[in-house]
Each structure stands twice: as structure tokens, then as C-alpha cells.
């Protein structure tokens, strides 16, 4: 079954809206798991001109190259690095919508290679900004993390200066230019370096290593991911933080979803992890609106609520893992095998 497909049956629903009818967009990261994703959207439901893929791996841009989903007359394969400034502002050129992907995402390389997240996630977003002002572009969207939340890890807090800069970024922006929105999510299911392909693998030998049963984590599919980017472009004000409900699953239950008789050795958490994620901040919760699938929070510098069909959440309100529906075995089965919808929380 092709999840993307199906999550595209909302067709005409997902076309870019105005001003960016048929837009040129660049994706950084676009030959990565979240990239690849959108690079499909935009290809085949989004009526862009012009779909630019920005990454630094020649052999992953070969490889997308020489794939059929992405054989394609609006696709640019473009190799290059955001810690490059001038690359980046000559990839810019003509360019109205930005999704910002790249990143350094995995904690213990972060822990171990601090000095690198902060190039590739901080400096690598300063220069996305300066560009994109540059080059006249009108829309940026950046993905950030749960991580990014009250951060643990080199990861996290890297993710939070990129809000930061960002939400600062769009408050100095004249009205001509460009908007900044971020999308803040949990884990994408199937992603490269996440636990279910490593339990994937453990499951060959019959044995899974399990940090902390009782850890539980959010987890996001496809479609929610492309919907969640989608209301990000189509609804943010600039400076607006999209979030969508999703739910979680204790790393028992995943372990159990995909290898029920395997043994499992715990091993205790790594450096940098928590037991539970969350997706918002109780300092955050007066500027959040509530919307059935999906919160936003507005930035301090939008006065009055720039989101006026969503309501308010009470004071002290923090969207946590341990308290979002928890996913059961089955449930977890279904969304891995690309047959359930992550439903609101
Ligand atoms: N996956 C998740 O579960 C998850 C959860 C929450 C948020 N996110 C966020 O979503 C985004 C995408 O994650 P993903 O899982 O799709 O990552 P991924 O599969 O590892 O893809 C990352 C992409 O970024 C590119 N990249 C890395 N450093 C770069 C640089 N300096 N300049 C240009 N391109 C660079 C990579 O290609 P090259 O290495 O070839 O350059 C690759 O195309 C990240 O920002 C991540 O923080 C992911």
C-alpha cells in the first residue's frame, strides 16, 4: 500500500494557495525521509513550477534521480550545504517557498559532536534566514521537534535556538518580507535512525534492546506530516508554531507491536534522553489555540489571536507523551504497516 498516495486522496485540497501558486520552492534536506516525503507532495499535488532539492550526499541525490516517484520535469537536484551561505543564496534565486529539513537530528551524535549540531542546525538556520531575505523569498517553514522542548540533548536545544531565531526573525520582517512558521512533531514513523527499523533489525536475532519500557514517545504518519506542513502554509501569520495532536506508545508496547516473542535486555536510557517528550511548554500555553487535529502557538510579537477559530487551553497546559492517548499493540502494528491514521488527542 502507498501511504503517500492515500494521503494525497485529499487532492485538489492540497494545492499551494495564493501567493504561491504555482511557486518555485526549494527543500533543504529533500533527499532525507521528511524531504523526500514533501518533494513528492509538491510534485504531484502541489502545482509548483519548480521543486529544488538542497542536500550535501551526491549519492542520495543519484539515487532520488534515478527513482520513478521522483522522475519529474519540475524536480532540480541540487547538491549543497546550508553552513554555505553563498550556495545557498545562489539555490534562493527566484525561489517564493522554503520547507527547511536539513539538519543534524540523531542525540547521541549531537552529545558527542556538539561543536557540529550547532553549525549545521544554529548557523545553518542564521544563513537560511539571511538568504531567504536576500533572494526575496515569501514563506519559510522549519521542522523542529519535541526535543526542542525544555531540551535534554545537544539536539534539543540546538532545535530551540532554530525556533527562536526564527520566531525573532519573523518579528524583524518588514511586510514584504519573508515569513517564518515553524512545525514542532514527534517521531515520523520509519525514519532513518529511529527505533523501529533498529527493532526491525534486532528482531533477526531474536533479541531487543529496550532502553526504558516505560519511555513513551509521540509518533506521527505521512499524512499527518504532509497535512500538518500543508495547514502550516496555507494558516501561518509568520512566527506561529503548528503542533498536531498525536498520539504516543510506550517502547514496550512498539517492542511488543514488532516482536512478540523476542527477549528483551534493558539497557537504561542514553545520555541526553528523557522518559517522556513533549510538544509544548506550560510557558508557552497562553498563546496556544486549540484546533481539532492540531494546536497553534502564536508568536509574543502577533498581538490579540491571530487564529481566531481555535480555542484557548488553560493555564499551566503542557501536551505530554505520558499524557496523550497511548497507542496499543495493535494500533502500533497498523501505523507501521501504513494502515492506521494518527487520530486527534
Ligand atoms: N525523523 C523524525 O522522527 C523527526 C522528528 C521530529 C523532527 N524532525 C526534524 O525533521 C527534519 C527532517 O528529519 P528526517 O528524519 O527526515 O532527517 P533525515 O532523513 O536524516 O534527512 C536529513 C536531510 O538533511 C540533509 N542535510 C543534513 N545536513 C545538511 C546540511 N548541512 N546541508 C544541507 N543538507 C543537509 C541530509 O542530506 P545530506 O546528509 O546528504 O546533506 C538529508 O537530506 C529534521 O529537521 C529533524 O530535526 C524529525
Known amino acids: 500500500m502507498d501511504v503517500f498516495s492515500d494521503a494525497c486522496q485529499e487532492a485538489g485540497k ?6 504561491l501558486i504555482g511557486a518555485s ?50 524536480l532540480h537536484s541540487m547538491v549543497g550545504d546550508i553552513r554555505d551561505l553563498r550556495r545557498l543564496r545562489h539555490a534562493l534565486e527566484g525561489v517564493s517557498l522554503l520547507l527547511h529539513t536539513a539538519a543534524m537530528k540523531h542525540v547521541s551524535i549531537a552529545e558527542a559532536n556538539p ?9 545553518g538556520t542564521m544563513n537560511i534566514i539571511e538568504a531567504s531575505r536576500d533572494a526575496g523569498v515569501l514563506r519559510v517553514i522549519a521542522h523542529s521537534t519535541d526535543k526542542a522542548v525544555q531540551p535534554a540533548c545537544i539536539y534539543g536545544a540546538t532545535k530551540l535556538v532554530m525556533e527562536k531565531l526564527l520566531i525573532r526573525a519573523d ?30 533489525e534486532q528482531m533477526k536475532s531474536g533479541r531487543l534492546t529496550l532502553t526504558d519500557p516505560e519511555m513513551t514517545r509521540f509518533w506521527i504518519d505521512d499524512e499527518t506530516l504532509v497535512s500538518i506542513i500543508y495547514r502550516a502554509i496555507v494558516d501561518g501569520k509568520g512566527g506561529d508554531i503548528f503542533i498536531p495532536k498525536l498520539p504516543a506508545c510506550r517502547l514496550d508496547t512498539l517492542a511488543q507491536a514488532i516482536a512478540q516473542d523476542a527477549t528483551i535486555e534493558i539497557i537504561g536510557a542514553r545520555p541526553g534522553e528523557k522518559r517522556h517528550e513533549a510538544l509544548t511548554d506550560p510557558v508557552e500555553a497562553s498563546r496556544i489555540r486549540q484546533f481539532d487535529d492540531y494546536l497553534v502557538i502564536t508568536a509574543e510579537h502577533r498581538s490579540g489571536n491571530s487564529h481566531a477559530g481555535g480555542a484557548p487551553v488553560t493555564a499551566g497546559y503542557q501536551f505530554r507523551s505520558d499524557q496523550a492517548p497511548l497507542l496499543e499493540v495493535q494500533q502500533m502494528r497498523d501505523i507501521i504497516d501504513g494502515n492506521f491514521r494518527t487520530e486527534p488527542a
Open 14 to 19: 492540497m494545492a499551494l494557495p495564493e501567493p
Open 25 to 74: 520552492v526549494l527543500v533543504t534536506g529533500g533527499t532525507g525521509t521528511t524531504g523526500k516525503l514533501l518533494v513528492r507532495w509538491l510534485l504531484e499535488q502541489s502545482g509548483a513550477s519548480r521543486v529544488i532539492v538542497f542536500s550535501r550526499d551526491e549519492h542520495k541525490h543519484h539515487d532520488m534521480l534515478r527513482d520513478p516517484r521522483f522522475q519529474h520535469p519540475a
Open 115 to 123: 561543536t557540529e549540531a550547532v553549525r549545521t542546525n544554529i548557523e
Open 171 to 200: 518579528a524583524e520582517s518588514g511586510k514584504d518580507g519573508p515569513r517564518f512558521d515553524i512545525v514542532r512533531h514527534g517521531n515520523l514513523i520509519g525514519s532513518r535512525g529511529s527505533v523501529i527499523p533498529l527493532f526491525q
